[in-house]
């Protein structure tokens, strides 16, 4: 598999794609590139020589290294493994906030939630995946939404699993205290009842109620490597990441989830996504960037 990156011999591997304290050439933005996509399946071209350039350099500067060539040695050493996890935080984005594409919050409790409630009530299984976190606000509107339909949820056997790729951006995740600005798309009667003023380091912050946290679980993983459920989920969020990845990539992540779902789960995804390829066959489309399985799937599971 190729990053999309033009390399053609008509382009210099020297020439600066842009220009400050530690100048980034094409050869160094080609193999970060190519160790992004093979760590993490995201693909990065030219048009984004600027993002890793600011993304990078203040970096590069504070561990004391003479530029991005240095830098790039250092990476891709077997001394430089931190290192190269440290760049793949530093390139991913964790851009989110709590209802984020409200839409789907809708539709899980007024389509989904009722035939989950009941299956959990009559002693069945019920788990939601949140497969890109961030830095929590997607799976605590997740389980602010399962409250306000399921009071006393925590009595049965339902769960949310939240992953990342990224264990700092987890940590924060766990911790549960936000900005009062993160908590602008929040109604007050959820801010008062499920949110509790405190200060931390000497900033005032809303710490998430303990309840909310006991229906979540944080893990960290990459959507590249093997994935270790051994149940299926009932409903996937995935929203706003597979955009960052080639369509080969997107295929097969979109035909994974296909295999971790029972017919008739569902996936949401982000708003600049589509579910594409062969995968269309296994998933209704049935709203807004809102999908069904629909059960056809027989290929491996994750």
């Known amino acids: 598999m190729t990053v999309a990156i033009n390399t053609s011999s008509r382009h210099s591997d020297d020439e600066v794609l842009a220009s400050g304290e530690y100048p980034l050439s094409r050869r160094d933005l080609n193999e970060i590139a190519a160790m992004i996509y093979s760590d993490a399946g ?169 309840r909310l946290k006991r229906l979540i679980t944080y893990n960290e993983l990459n959507l590249m490597a093997q994935w270790p459920f051994k149940g299926k989920f009932d409903v996937i969020f995935c929203r706003n990441v597979v955009i960052y990845f080639d369509e080969p990539t997107q295929q097969r992540i979109w035909g994974r989830f296909a295999g971790l779902l029972p017919e008739g789960g569902h996936l949401y995804i982000g708003h600049s996504e589509r579910v594409s390829g062969d995968s269309k066959n296994h998933f209704d489309n049935i709203g807004i960037t809102t999908y069904r399985y629909t059960g056809k799937y027989v290929g491996a599971r994750a």
């Open 42 to 210: 995201i693909s990065l071209n030219e048009s984004k020589a600027s993002l890793v350039y600011s993304r990078l350099s203040k970096h590069i500067r504070n561990l004391g290294l003479s530029g991005f060539r240095a830098y790039c040695s250092l990476v891709a050493s077997p001394e430089g493994a931190q290192e190269r996890r440290e760049m793949l935080s530093h390139l991913t984005t964790n851009f989110t906030r709590f209802f984020r594409e409200n839409h789907h919050f809708e539709h899980l409790r007024d389509e989904v939630l009722p035939g989950l409630i009941a299956r959990a009530k009559a002693g069945g299984r019920v788990r939601i995946w949140s497969a890109a976190s961030s830095d929590g606000q997607e799976p605590y509107s997740i389980a602010l939404t399962v409250f306000q339909a399921f009071p006393n949820v925590l009595d049965y056997d339902f769960k949310i699993l939240a992953t990342d790729i990224d264990p700092k951006i987890l940590a924060i995740a766990r911790q549960g205290a936000y900005d009062e600005q993160a908590l602008e798309t929040v109604s007050p009667v959820m801010r008062k009842q499920w949110f509790k003023e405190v200060e931390i380091g000497g900033r005032r912050k809303f710490q998430v109620d303990d």
